[in-house]
């Protein structure tokens, strides 16, 4: 689960790592307000889960009450990365001395978290590690120790930072640290950690995501979720139980298990077509699952067909069957659905399924080649 910069900064404040405090708001007249309140140049930032805002547009600097009010007219009428902004943080301004990268991660290589940093900050990250990879530090953390102050500082020295500003910066990092640690983050980034023209280190920019299998001992951070900035697909899978993961592709995929699941994203890719989405509805047998299974689909308009793989074990094949049809009756599904199934009850699915003129095959690579070719416009 993403956080907005806002709510980042608090855990940011309550950990001691220094931030510009700043007034959330949702319309251009709660912007002028909080713009007069803080006084002199501010910052209006949109608060969506999404990188890059201020080349989009989503940051701006205002000078009276009035630009402010102005900046967050527009501001609010964009659409970042599909994500319509609703929200923006208003900051007094600061006056950037230098813009370092810092992030904790957790490194898959290594399996350990890395502290990620460059003296390259403030611009996109994926840029330089594109373009200039040794302008990034990585430093593996251990588990045991965490990062040390003394760790922290040495980095620093690395990406060329010294003196005072260097230590201030190496203890926001140890503190960063803490915040990922303790809260169960996936990620803690602050881009850019900024020196300020009169010496002082601060974070600039915050996001942290938070593993979303830790959640349940934050009740807290679980609080700060924000439904509006979640596509209604995710927010059903949610509610229903299903793993759910969207994806670049067109093809949709419907499968029982994890591990076939991934094995059909395999089959796809090595056929040639790319996997709208990983979509587990696990081992039970339950019709309801497989008619938002497919609601969750269908309400991905990129889906040009739907490959439902079906291995029956616990899950029966004509519940499957009957969910499909169930789908069918309350959803208009405007693209080609291919059917593999086969295992427990395979025979009555097919019959249930012959009901409404469907067909189902046992073959999953002759699944995954017609799904393919119904998504290019070819044969169902
Ligand atoms: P992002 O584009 O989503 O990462 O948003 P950031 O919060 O990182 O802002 C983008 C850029 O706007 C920063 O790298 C800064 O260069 C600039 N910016 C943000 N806040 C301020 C500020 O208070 N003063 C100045 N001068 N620039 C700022
Ligand atoms: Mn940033």
Avoid at 121 to 137: F, K, Q, R, S, Y
């Amino acid at each position: 689960m993403n956080l907005h910069e806002y709510q980042a900064k608090e855990l940011f404040e309550r950990a001691g790592i220094p931030i510009v405090p700043g007034i959330v708001a949702t319309t251009p007249a709660e912007v002028r307000a909080a713009a007069q309140k803080i006084g002199g140049t501010v910052v209006i930032k949109a608060q969506v889960h999404s990188g890059g805002r201020g080349k989009a547009g989503g940051v701006k600097l205002a000078n009276t009450p009035e630009e402010a009010e102005e900046k967050a007219r527009a501001i609010l009428a964009l659409t970042i990365q599909g994500l319509p902004v609703r929200k923006v943080l208003v900051t007094s301004a600061v006056d950037i001395a230098s813009e370092t990268y810092a992030a904790i991660l957790v490194d898959r290589a290594v399996k350990k978290p890395i502290l990620m940093l460059s003296a390259a900050g403030g611009v996109d990250i994926e840029e330089v590690a594109h373009t200039n990879p040794g302008a990034i530090l990585k430093l593996p953390i251990d588990l045991t120790t965490g990062l040390l102050p003394w760790q922290a500082r040495a980095a620093m020295g690395k990406i060329g930072k010294s003196g005072k500003e260097a230590l201030a910066m190496a203890d926001i990092l140890v503190r960063l640290y803490r915040v990922f640690w303790d809260e169960d983050a996936s990620m803690a980034e602050i881009n850019p950690l900024v020196i300020t023209k009169d010496g002082k280190a601060l974070a600039l920019d915050a996001k942290v995501s938070i593993d979303d299998n830790a959640l349940f001992r934050h009740d807290d951070l679980e609080a700060m979720r924000d439904i509006a900035d979640e596509t209604s697909g995710s927010i059903l899978a949610r509610e229903r139980g299903l793993s759910y993961v969207p994806l670049e592709g067109d093809i949709g995929c419907i499968v029982n298990g994890a591990g076939l699941a991934m094995a059909t994203m395999d089959l796809v890719k090595y056929y040639g077509g790319q996997p709208a989405n990983f979509l587990d509805i696990g081992g039970s047998s339950n019709p309801e699952k497989v008619v938002a299974a497919l609601k969750i689909i269908t309400g991905d308009s990129t889906v040009k067909a739907i490959l439902f793989n079906i291995f029956g074990g616990i899950t029966r094949c004509d519940d499957v069957a009957r969910g499909i049809l169930t789908a069918l009756d309350q959803l208009t599904i405007g693209v080609p659905l291919v059917i593999r199934l086969t295992g427990t009850n395979e025979e009555l699915a097919r019959k249930i399924l012959a009901e409404k003129g469907l067909t189902a095959t046992t073959s999953m690579d002759d699944a995954v080649k017609a799904v393919i070719a119904a998504s290019q416009g070819g044969a169902r």
